[in-house]
């Protein structure tokens, strides 16, 4: 397996620092890192992200995270190893991934299932964490990225 290129944060001068000062940024907003590493792998594993799905998993680890509540992640649903707040944020992480299956992508209903678990700043950082993974996606998904091919 080769990637088609280097990936295009890599080759744009600044490209990559940008993204990374708005991580920066989502790391000010409070949010669990839990959550965080939940919701990078579930919007990945919906965009088919090989490569941020075995970065994000090696992320995870390395915070704590378990065996047992990553292979649940897909599906968080009918498994009971996730807290309340995490489940909005699986819930809102999956919404913003899938923009086009429904008329209204992101239904009151799970942005306020949303909020009341996160604050305004919270929530701020989670909608932001969520998009910047999914630009991740795909520019990993478009370039042909490999798993495996980063250690973070």
């Known amino acids: 397996m080769e990637a088609r290129m280097k990936n295009p944060a890599a080759l744009l001068p600044g490209a990559f620092e940008a993204i990374m000062s708005v991580n920066g940024a989502v790391a000010k907003g409070g949010v ?4 965080l ?3 990078h792998l579930r919007a990945s594993q919906i965009n088919g992200c090989g490569a941020c799905i075995d970065g994000g998993v090696v992320l ?3 915070s704590g995270e378990t065996d047992q509540r990553l ?3 897909a599906a968080w649903r009918e498994a009971p190893y996730f807290t309340d707040a995490e489940r909005a944020a699986l819930a809102l992480a999956e919404a913003m991934t899938r923009l086009n299956d429904r008329v209204n992508p992101v239904p009151d209903s799970i942005w306020n299932q949303a909020r009341e678990h996160f ?3 919270a929530l701020a950082g989670l909608v932001l964490h969520v998009a910047v993974t999914n630009l991740y996606n795909r520019l990993n998904v ?3 990225q490999i798993a495996g091919s980063w250690a973070p």
């Open 32 to 35: 669990a890192e839990a959550v």
């Open 37 to 39: 590493h939940l919701t």
């Open 119 to 121: 604050d305004e700043r």
């Open 142 to 144: 478009a370039t042909g």
């Open 71 to 73: 292979h649940a992640v």
């Open 60 to 62: 995870a680890k390395r």
